[in-house]
């Protein structure tokens, strides 16, 4: 850590200063220059927070030479990391998989005839909402418990692995058969059921928040791999901006910057992002272009329903021919 | 609800469209226009999704016309609601409190010093961080459990009483002595914990997330008061923006326009908000003419140590001056 | 147009409100319905400020039902437009070119070798600033009107058109013989600017304001094409958003949403979204995935010098493979 | 200047960066810590271009010690700095004005009738608009030139000095007896402008663009006192967020935290920022309590025009009261 001061300090405040990291318990090295003085920090400078010092009168501003990020940091484990979800289905290291479904698990028929549709399609696993996150208490919250029953029937019956999301730690043990466990935007610094995530040893896929900076995001990964659960898959969805003709603003840089940064696999949802049927398709090849180690796609279950075109979810035959231009961008990229 | 329908939508598609409504068990109004089509909806449209409307290709926008929140909503309890916290403090209709203390309880000298110290600057509660959200799994998370038990220490010293922030509803019981609850800003949509708090009846001091809109942050209203608890108390802390040299975007307009939208009360935190010492102050005071019906203010443990001038917390002396201040604007915006 | 009145309003103060859109000459077409009433407006509302509308108390909302746009609209110029630049270059319509370039113009020597190695890599117009639009009045304002001879100079030299931006309608006949005529994010909204335009019949690249909606660029676009110019090139060059590891956040979505709405060519610029070199490759491959008509890169002038590796730049051998690559991705979203 | 270097660069590296930075004329101050290399620049660092640098893979970060501003610069200029209008309106160092009149000028009649309401209600000035920024081309552009003539007459009727917005230097000329010039949110980078603006010796007002950084508002202020004029009055109107209930965000803490960076007059202008009425008044009483040297308001000229309550603009009558508490407020803040 680094702690630039303003000109015109004295030597008192320097000392004053260099005894408070002392005190806690981080060695000091200051370097006078010609017109200003840099302190650097060395030791676990955890403890010390940059906020603070930056709002001290004497301190123009301090910065993390080493980002607070360790297991998720590129730097300390260079190679790629592959996230494994079941036989023939992985993310990261040159794996790349797809993931559709519907919004909610509705009924056994809905889930079961999307899952066979996602699945002749070209979908590796399923994703399906038990436990849904609505905006409004009115709103229909999901099958919760029964979601999930309803999704292992369609895993048994296609072969699937499936993807759902969890909302609150006391729901963990519904999740015991789930194949990879979704943390939700809204849930991306819900610390404390990121805590009890890194106690399993379940594949996380993890959602970036909307208001997230992507360093958040890799810290928000930081509290599961420190808690021992390195199987985490980071998911950018697309964040909240002034534009409202889609409903959020897909950051498909966050792929390539993230993969800079990080050696965890990153997949993009382009469904949730632009809330547009229309927009999925170009978003997700998009994605496929910048890097990304799998997409995970919103498909709907009645195809005949003319109502739904246009909505944020695939048909199950526009997904068909979806996963056929993934394979041709893939193609070009590659090498 | 309405659903303005694009130019040009035929009479089959309307009556599909129609068909659907029913499905939903909501009635129908068509009416025809010279030059377009526009279907009033009535009954319950809560199950209705109007983005899966905005999506359909015949839907030129779908809105409801009558806002999603009831319980929270100032159209159907037209006087201001008054969250009263215990004899002599509380929040709303006309009464004004503060409530000021540390960032986090550090321990039982610390907090029972700046309890002392906000008292007689003119606090009526005293807040300090048990449970802490931290960005980073290394960073202190708080003393947790012994937190609290120090605060209600430093509520029998001085008779204050205690708002501090709960993060996870598996630690419910330890609040069971905690005068107001926060939910912070990243667990502003955590439902399941919103949903564990409206089956309490303790006043829940419920903070606005970073990039959450005002409508949304009275839905996690409805989703308390949905469950029987009607005692919220709405808390501006600040939105996040381009902005760097303050922390976040500090929205006073927030304050008038929940007002008119709610009858709940409506606090500021200038502290987090800026992020800064000196900008603090200002902040309060403005937040007063506004309109808000408390304010919240950090004051640190050692006003001798120098150190600490500058970081977004006053010294308890500082706080005394704007106690006085406050004062002095809540009585030139009176009648 | 379409009022919605809120609940409970009254026939006089509709009768008012129907009597003031009269004076506005706007014809009305009132809906009763049965629990609120809806106001159809036909005629020119381009007079009536929705603005104001929405701000009456007794209107609940005022929407545009044809976007404000009409040159620009698709709706009525469902063909894709096509700017053609010069023999062999254009823009949109199936035909894609990519614009390189150094950021500013420095010397006749760099200008010419840069043209000389984009042209090389694949380049088909040369992009390079005479005109620097700098936050600060101490940076380097651009060599101006010597600048465009130096551009001039190498299009002789290369036979690349040339792009270059202008930054004030007075500098207008120093744009005589440049091709295409960038107008840069801040200027977006310069309405003079922008109608003096409009009198030419240049090809204009109108870059997005670093704040503005797609609406709001299409908008800006409209007042180039009022006046007579429909040679207008829409170009994402990335909004500012609260993300701080790049630049700006680059919205690829912007791409198929804009060609939904309008029936201009879209250009991507990914160099200034991005600020980072090792983002600009994945992020133009991303680009033409998403369908854009263009590409514009920033390639400096001295590939020896290590010391500009990782800036924004990318050298021209970098460029020549992008250059490749963007062939495959086109050839696989091709048919 | 403070260049940071990453870890285990090689002594090579640091000489070539070295040289490099020679070779831009400014001198170099190395110093190698334990664990890190930090290189102070000093001399004239305006050429050097952060953004390269940081781009740099072996520079962990650069940053400007001292502001890039120096003529708005409060360290350079402790004083607070008054900007005098004519006889008895100022605004800055104790001084304060309030700023009133409607959107747009559009006749005698009307323009006169407000100005005689505003100057009874309490206002110091009279704003109007003339050339009117639209964001589109269909909508009214403003009387212009005819505009500016009858705020002169207004003036002359009244004795109050005239502020409005200037869109273009080429129509200085026609703003020669206009008292205050307006920049407005759109021009605050329209650098060739504010250049112009810099050779006149009026008041210029410049508003803060939607996404500007208040660094960058005072980057604008520099160009213009950089020409030579200093009478920059700065002025915050709002950013755009994805709040959607008001129009923007009113940045408040901008009033204190431009006066520690500056030592130029603050105004705040609530009624472009909110878009409603009902908010004005609140904001304003906020915005004086926050420290702000002025406030601007728009009045408009129907008061009998029911049509009109709640649209952004407040009734004379409505701002006669808002003046008397706006006076309250700046009471109880003095001393």
Same mark, same amino acid.
């Given at each position: +850590? ?38 650097? @920090?060395? %030791? ?7 906020? *603070? ?13 080493? &980002? ?13 990391? !592959? ?5 023939? $289905?992985?993310?990261? %290291? ?6 559709? /479904? ?18 002749? /399609? ?55 058969? $789930? ?6 935007? #809204? =849930? ?11 106690? !399993? ?8 928040? *909307?208001? =997230? !900076? ?10 599961? +791999?420190?808690? %021992? =659960? ?6 950018? #969805? %697309?964040?909240?901006?002034?534009? !409202?003709?889609?409903?959020?603003? @897909?950051? @498909? ?25 229309? *927009?999925?398709?170009?978003?997700? @090849? ?7 180690? /799998?997409? +995970? ?7 005949? =329903?003319?109502?739904?075109? /246009? ?18 961008? #893939? &193609?070009?990229?590659?090498?």
């Amino acid at each position: +850590m680094v702690a630039i001061l303003k000109p015109g300090v004295t030597d008192a405040q320097i000392e004053s200063l260099v005894r408070w990291f002392c005190a806690k318990g981080v060695e000091t090295h200051v370097s006078k220059g010609k017109y200003q003085t840099i302190i650097g @920090l060395i %030791g676990d400078t955890s403890k010390i927070d940059t906020d *603070l010092l930056e709002g001290l009168d004497i301190i123009e501003s301090a910065k993390r030479v080493t &980002e607070p990020f360790k297991s998720a940091n590129r730097k300390f484990h260079p190679e790629d990391s !592959t996230v494994k979800v079941c036989e023939g $289905v992985a993310f990261g %290291g040159g794996a790349f998989s797809i993931i559709a /479904g519907p919004c909610s698990v509705e009924s056994s028929e809905q889930i079961i005839s999307v899952a066979e549709g996602v699945k002749a /399609g070209g979908a590796d696993a399923l994703r399906g909402g038990a436990f849904k996150p609505r905006t409004s208490p009115y709103d229909f919250q999901g099958l919760r418990g029964e979601g999930i029953e309803l999704l292992l029937q369609a895993k048994e019956k296609t072969g699937l692995p499936i993807v759902t999301e969890i909302m609150d730690a006391q729901h963990l043990e519904l999740f015991e058969n $789930v194949d990879v466990i979704q943390v939700g935007a #809204r =849930n991306m610094q819900n610390f404390e059921l990121l805590k009890e995530l890194g106690k !399993t040893d379940k594949p996380i896929l993890l959602k970036r928040g *909307l208001a =997230n !900076t992507l360093k958040e995001l890799l810290m928000s990964a930081e509290y599961i +791999m420190a808690g %021992g =659960n390195e199987k985490v898959i980071l998911c950018e #969805r %697309g964040i909240r901006t002034f534009e !409202t003709y889609t409903r959020n603003t @897909l950051d @498909l840089a966050a792929v390539p910057m993230l993969k800079e940064l990080s050696h965890l696999p990153v997949v993009v949802d382009p469904s949730h992002a632009t809330g547009r049927a229309r *927009l999925v398709g170009p978003m997700a @090849l998009a994605a496929c272009a910048a890097g990304a180690d /799998g997409i +995970m796609i919103e498909v709907h279950n009645d195809p005949e =329903n003319a109502l739904c075109d /246009g909505a944020q979810s695939l048909t199950p035959s526009q997904f068909a021919d979806l996963c056929a231009q993934i394979r041709k961008v #893939r &193609e070009a990229i590659a090498e």
